[in-house]
């Protein structure tokens, strides 16, 4: 069975960076499609980005684009979100989530056409003067 943990999250200045990890354990990551989710208090949880199997495809919602950057490594049972120039906005708790590749399109899986198989516990992201 999957398990999946966040960290990296905390409190960063509007225009800092922080770099989120998501590593699995009891099951290598290789053959998942890979996605970070946020939620937002108040706010349904959204897609922010997504890598397919072997890291060839990747998705950006609209508002991360040019400022998030999702990298997998699969040696290390990792995936990463580099978040740069960060903005209230993208305050809220995030998410890494795992599909097995052969169940859905990474589109699919960002957009939350199709439900991950396994989740992390999340980490507390907070952009605040």
């Known amino acids: 069975q999957m398990q999946l943990a966040e960290s990296g999250g905390g409190l960063v200045q509007p225009g800092g960076s922080l770099r989120l990890s998501c590593v699995s354990s009891?099951?290598?990551?290789?053959?998942?499609?890979v996605g970070w989710f946020r939620q937002a208090p108040g706010m349904e949880r959204e897609g922010v980005s997504c890598?397919?199997?072997?890291?060839?495809?990747?998705e950006y919602a609209d508002s991360v684009k040019g400022r998030f950057t999702i990298v997998r490594d699969d040696p290390n049972n990792a995936v990463y979100l580099q978040m740069d120039n960060l903005t209230p906005a993208d305050t809220g708790v995030y998410y890494c989530?795992?599909?097995?590749?052969?169940?859905?399109?990474?589109?699919?899986?960002?957009?939350?056409?199709?439900?991950?198989?396994?989740w992390g516990q999340g980490t507390q992201v907070t952009v605040s003067a």
């Open positions: 989530a795992a599909i097995s590749f052969g169940l859905t399109t990474i589109q699919d899986l960002c957009s939350g056409r199709r439900q991950p198989s396994y």
């Open positions: 009891g099951s290598t990551l290789e053959n998942y499609h």
């Open positions: 890598t397919s199997r072997f890291g060839g495809l990747t």
